[in-house]
């Protein structure tokens, strides 16, 4: 059997069922490549009581490799946050259903509720972007698209960072992207770590926040649409 266990925000945040689920399966991998860990592998071995967890890189669960072994034994894929929120996971879950092999997710908290704390209401969100780290000759801007189509309905943006990318790289490619889709940034969110100890969040102008250098990854942005008065009293005190 095949379980896709959710491991929360912080390196305690494993469920006690997925926790309990982990240590009777025969192995425990945990996929390695869509987060910038806010812990080492060390420490999330520590926590879960493991003996083992086997790195699992994108290649790896792409090729579903880890489908064909569970037909023959219980295997765990630990994942940041919750299971589900990469398209590669739910294409494990079709795999397993077309081989006939049993799966079960094991859900978890994750980005998407936490960023609550900032003050923005949930349901005033719109599409999710992803900003990718750009290259030499490789520089995508397609997310600003979304945004533009969240402030045309009001809607807030929440955008998600690229693992490997720093906070003053990933501000650059912000306002550069910006500036080619015409969209005036004023104040935004940032939010590091949510969901830790090292837990901060900032409601600055861009301006301001290029004189911050200590932002940790994970981190991502929120550019706000139309706020409700609530809204921005909870924002002007970050």
């Known amino acids: 059997m095949l379980y896709l266990i959710g491991l929360g925000l912080n390196v305690d945040g494993i469920s006690l069922y997925g926790l309990a689920v982990a240590k009777r399966c025969k192995k425990v991998y945990f996929e390695n490549y869509t987060v910038d860990f806010p812990y080492s592998e060390g420490e999330l071995k520590e926590k879960l ?21 569970a037909r ?5 894929l630990l994942v940041y946050g919750s299971p589900l929120t990469a398209t590669t996971h739910i ?5 397993a259903k077309r081989l006939g092999i049993k799966c079960k997710v094991i859900y978890s908290g994750s980005v998407f509720d936490a960023v609550a704390e900032t003050g923005l209401q949930i349901y005033k969100f719109g599409k999710i972007a992803s900003m990718p780290a750009w290259k030499k000759n490789f ?9 533009k189509e ?43 770590r949510l969901g830790t100890k090292d837990k901060k969040i900032l409601y ?6 290029e004189k911050f250098t200590g932002v940790k990854s994970p981190f991502c942005f929120i550019i ?15």
């Open 49 to 69: 009581g493991l003996k083992k967890i086997i790195p699992a890189d994108r290649n790896f669960v792409e090729n579903e490799e880890i489908v064909d072994e």
């Open 72 to 76: 023959r034994k219980d295997i765990a």
């Open 91 to 95: 294409s494990l879950i079709e795999e």
């Open 139 to 147: 520089t995508p801007d397609s997310f600003m698209e979304i945004v």
């Open 150 to 192: 969240n402030k045309s309905i009001k809607a807030h943006s929440l955008i998600l960072i690229d693992i490997g990318l720093s906070f003053q790289d990933a501000l650059k490619q912000l306002k550069t992207c910006a500036e080619k889709h015409n969209i005036k940034l004023k104040k935004i969110v940032v939010c590091q």
């Open 204 to 209: 600055r102008g861009i301006e301001e926040l």
């Open 224 to 238: 706000p649409g139309k706020l409700h008065f609530m809204e921005k009293e909870v924002l002007e005190k970050f």
